[in-house]
């Protein structure tokens, strides 16, 4: 091989979202919601049902601001560098 091979840049850039708790809180909150209709835990079970209703909403909310946020963050145009393909005909199969 030769050592003074160059190799191109990628053509289009992968941009991960942030880390974030939000989805986990949405989960357990979720849970308390519907759980809070069975449970009667120390409390009434409409108290935990409203309780992680109200978790939720301010889980979706950080979620959804969060999400924002990332698309607002990224860069409005890239740079592409797609691969040409090489043409080929299609011919029928010879019979």
């Known amino acids: 091989m030769s050592a003074d091979r160059e190799i191109p840049e990628p053509g289009e850039s992968v941009y991960a979202p942030r880390p974030s708790w939000a989805p ?24 935990w049902s409203i309780a992680g209703v109200v ?14 946020a990332d698309y607002y963050r990224r860069p409005r145009r890239q ?4 691969a040409a393909l090489p043409v080929e005909t299609i011919s029928p199969p010879r019979t």
């Open 24 to 47: 986990v809180v949405f989960a357990l909150a979720a849970l308390m919601a519907v759980g809070g209709i069975f449970a009667e835990f120390m409390l009434p079970g409409w108290v």
């Open 55 to 68: 978790v939720l909403l301010f889980a979706l909310r950080t979620m959804i601001r969060g999400a924002v």
């Open 79 to 82: 740079k592409t560098r797609g």
